[in-house]
């Protein structure tokens, strides 16, 4: 069964970059897309954006010119990259599996706070 | 973009029956998924494809779609269903998820 963990900084300086990295474990990450979710404190859930390791992905409009995606498939990792963060950056960050239309797997969250 | 709709909350006595619901434009043309978060944990996929459900979710948890308007079905609430539920499906394109707004269950 496949398992998702979040990792990386937990604080970001406001303007700055924010940097997270996914590691999947029991499975190959060829074999699905993959994605990335945010929910600030008390909040909903927002889509990030999804890639897939042939490099098909796509982004929430209302981010996409701060995201970037990447997949490394000699370490079984995927990451995200938003820059120039804000205070409204703020929130818990979780990676997903993609299957077909659903998010079947997540990963326990990693928060991160963007702080001046 | 497209816009789903929850109530922000509802809550139920042990024992007895929820009905979450979750409203969009011609809904029931889409295939709606729902997650079950309880706090401090990450969401955990309880229905799919309108009516499915993962292996090792229980036979309580049961879903349907139609016209403008899905929703999620708790049997037999349990004091362990606390929790807030999403539902979601993909944009007219079908290029961008989308989330409803999450409904937080409060059981008696």
């Known amino acids: 069964q496949v398992q998702l963990q979040e990792s990386g900084p937990g604080l970001v300086k406001s303007s700055e970059t924010l940097s997270l990295t996914c590691t999947v474990s029991?499975?190959?990450?060829?074999?699905?897309?993959w994605s990335w979710i945010r929910q600030p404190s008390g909040k909903g859930l927002e889509w990030i954006g999804y890639?897939?390791?042939?490099?098909?992905?796509n982004f929430n409009p209302s981010l996409r010119s701060r995201v970037t995606m990447s997949v490394d498939t000699s370490k079984n990792q995927f990451s995200l990259r938003l820059t120039s963060v804000t205070a409204a950056d703020t929130a818990m960050y979780y990676c997903a599996s993609l299957s077909l239309s659903y998010f079947d797997t997540w990963g326990q969250g990693t928060l991160v706070t963007a702080s001046s | 973009s497209y816009v789903l709709t929850q109530p922000p909350s509802m809550s139920v006595a042990p024992g007895q029956t929820a009905k979450i619901t979750c409203e969009g434009n011609?809904?029931?043309?889409?295939?709606v998924h729902w997650y079950q978060q309880k706090p401090g944990q990450a969401p955990v996929l309880v229905v799919y494809d309108d009516t499915d459900r993962p292996s090792g979710i229980p036979e309580r948890f049961s879903g349907s779609n139609s016209g403008n308007t899905a929703t999620l079905t708790i049997t037999r609430v349990e004091a362990g269903d606390e929790a807030g539920y999403y539902c979601?499906?993909?944009?007219?394109?079908?290029?961008?998820?989308?989330f409803g707004g999450g409904t937080k269950l409060t059981v008696l």
């Open positions: 029991g499975g190959s990450i060829t074999h699905s897309y």
């Open positions: 890639i897939h390791f042939s490099g098909n992905s």
């Open positions: 011609n809904l029931g043309t889409k295939s």
């Open positions: 979601q499906t993909w944009d007219g394109t079908g290029d961008h998820p989308v």
